[in-house]
């Protein structure tokens, strides 16, 4: 909690401004800006940025009397809780040694407080997502209906914040759902299950009906937007964007947004007045590229599976991720040999990884939407560096740190 509470302050009060290495604009997706227009005259219209959570809790600190110093007081929490999260998910499922330098690691890690300073939603959409694959251990490890009813809430609440989280939560569900199905005494009750399904249905009910009302009547579950990421994907993913030999956030940004203007002309309406008709338009051109096109979606999605990990906004800039995800890779792998051998449930933090890395290399995938998944890999990474450390003390004669199981 110190480490973590030290570096996300010195990242505000310093660090951010004093860096050249990434744009130290504040608000380049403009939430501040959203969350006042909430202040003025209330949520008005459905948009891919406006109905998410996040402007609204800027709109609660905004019309609190608030300002963005306590919405970066807030990463800050929000940052050292995350750390928290992933001390007691590695110390649950490996040992104590591997939660504290997993708790570390995570603590310290560039992509986690790039985005502490300022606002943009990886802050919370970590948090969230961590907050969910501790409510599935907590499920796991008791399966009643309260634990389901947890794990619901937090998932969906994950989803409300960024549509990507909602795959993560059905794929526990489906896990779960089996499970509950085999003849096991230890398997949950089909009950417990529901629960989970039921409660996230329940929370995310009133969010969708508030769409619906504002957008007269047309059916957006949480956010417009999924065709424009898809239709971009396959814009981003080409040899001289993935290779980095053209800056992917100018170039591949600008001619996506062309080819966008460009559908919604042909449609008789101008692109970004109303989304959810751009999702109209932009979904019928998507589903004509995936019939005419199916090799290059599927180039789209097999590459996409790989710059998920490391595409940012120029060469310089992507080498820290990259550079980060292969060695969180490498350790990770010694870490789930181990976990194998040793029959540990790992599955419940790699689940989450290999889930959203599949679902958003469907989409477009970027290097910042690797980040709510990153304290995950790095529990794995920080189990393969235990093993390593115990290869270590058991040559020399020390003995390994104990495990928790």
């Given at each position: 909690?110190?480490?973590?509470a030290?570096?996300?302050?010195?990242?505000?009060l310093v660090?951010?401004?004093?860096?050249g290495?990434?744009?130290?604009?504040?608000?380049p997706?403009?939430?501040?800006?959203?969350?006042?227009?909430?202040?003025?005259?209330?949520?008005?219209?459905?948009?891919r940025?406006?109905?998410?959570?996040?402007?609204?809790?800027?709109?609660?600190?905004?019309?609190?009397?608030?300002?963005?110093?306590?919405?970066?007081?807030?990463?800050v929490?929000?940052?050292?809780?995350?750390?928290?999260?992933?001390?007691?998910?590695?110390?649950?499922?490996?040992?104590?040694?591997?939660?504290?330098?997993?708790?570390?690691?995570?603590?310290?890690?560039?992509?986690?407080?790039?985005?502490v300073?300022?606002?943009?939603?990886e802050?919370?959409?970590?948090?969230?997502?961590?907050?969910?694959?501790y409510?599935a251990?907590?499920f796991?490890?008791?399966?009643?209906?309260g634990?389901?009813?947890?794990?619901?809430?937090?998932?969906?609440?994950?989803?409300?914040?960024?549509?990507?989280?909602?795959p993560?939560?059905?794929?526990f569900?489906?896990?779960?759902?089996?499970?509950?199905?085999?003849?096991?005494?230890?398997?949950p009750k089909?009950?417990?299950?529901?629960?989970?399904?039921?409660t996230?249905t329940?929370?995310?009910?009133?969010?969708?009906?508030?769409?619906?009302?504002?957008?007269?009547?047309?059916?957006?579950?949480?956010?417009?937007?999924?065709p424009?990421a898809f239709l971009?994907?396959?814009?981003?993913?080409?040899?001289?964007?993935?290779?980095?030999q053209?800056?992917p956030?100018?170039d591949?940004?600008?001619?996506s947004?062309?080819?966008?203007?460009?559908?919604?002309?042909e449609?008789?309406?101008t692109w970004?007045?109303?989304?959810?008709?751009?999702?109209?338009?932009?979904?019928?051109?998507?589903?004509?590229?995936i019939?005419?096109?199916?090799?290059?979606?599927?180039?789209?999605?097999?590459?996409?599976?790989?710059?998920?990990?490391?595409?940012?906004?120029?060469?310089?800039?992507?080498?820290?991720?990259?550079?980060?995800?292969?060695?969180?890779?490498?350790?990770?792998?010694i870490?789930?040999?181990?976990?194998?051998?040793?029959?540990?449930?790992?599955?419940?933090?790699?689940?989450?990884?290999?889930?959203?890395n599949?679902f958003?290399?469907l989409l477009?995938?970027?290097?910042?939407?690797?980040?709510?998944?990153?304290?995950c890999?790095w529990?794995?990474?920080?189990f393969?560096i235990?093993?390593?450390?115990?290869?270590?003390?058991?040559?020399?004669?020390?003995?390994?740190?104990?495990?928790?199981?």
């Open positions: 909690m110190g480490v973590a030290i570096a996300a302050v010195a990242m505000v660090g951010f401004r004093a860096q290495f990434v744009r130290n604009a504040g608000d997706y403009h939430y501040s800006e959203i969350a006042h227009g909430f202040v003025e005259h209330g949520f008005d219209k459905v948009t940025r406006a109905a998410m959570l996040y402007p609204h809790i800027l709109w609660g600190i905004y019309e609190l009397g608030g300002t963005d110093v306590i919405a970066q007081i807030m990463h929490f929000l940052h050292v809780g995350t750390c928290v999260l992933v001390f007691f998910i590695a110390r649950r499922l490996f040992n104590a040694r591997t939660a504290t330098v997993a708790g570390v690691l995570v603590a310290l890690h560039p992509m986690m407080l790039r985005y300073a300022d606002l943009h939603t802050t919370l959409l970590t948090f969230l997502c961590t907050s969910m694959v409510r251990i907590r796991y490890d008791e399966p009643t209906v634990n389901g009813v947890f794990l619901g809430a937090v998932g969906m609440i994950g989803a409300i914040a960024k549509g990507v989280l909602l993560i939560l059905a794929a569900s489906a896990v779960f759902l089996i499970w509950s199905l085999r003849k096991s005494e230890r398997a089909l009950l417990a299950v529901l629960a989970i399904g039921i996230a329940a929370v995310v009910a009133p969010w969708t009906y508030r769409n619906y009302v504002v957008t007269g009547g047309r059916f957006v579950l949480l956010t417009p937007g999924t424009d971009r994907g396959y814009i981003f993913t080409r040899l001289e964007f993935a290779t980095l053209r800056p956030y100018t591949a940004e600008n001619e947004n062309a080819l966008f203007r460009k559908i919604a002309a449609a008789g309406t970004e007045l109303d989304e959810v008709q751009d999702d109209v338009n932009n979904g019928k051109v998507m589903r004509e590229h019939l005419a096109h199916p090799i290059d979606t599927v180039r789209k999605v097999v590459v996409g599976l790989f710059t998920f990990w490391y595409e940012m906004t120029s060469f310089v800039n992507s080498l820290v991720p990259a550079s980060l995800a292969v060695v969180g890779w490498v350790l990770a792998f870490g789930l040999k181990r976990g194998a051998r040793e029959g540990r449930p790992f599955w419940l933090v790699l689940l989450p990884v290999v889930t959203l599949a958003v290399a477009v995938p970027l290097g910042r939407y690797s980040v709510p998944i990153l304290p890999l529990i794995l990474a920080a393969g235990d093993t390593l450390l115990s290869r270590r003390e058991a040559g020399s004669g020390t003995a390994p740190s104990p495990s928790v199981k």
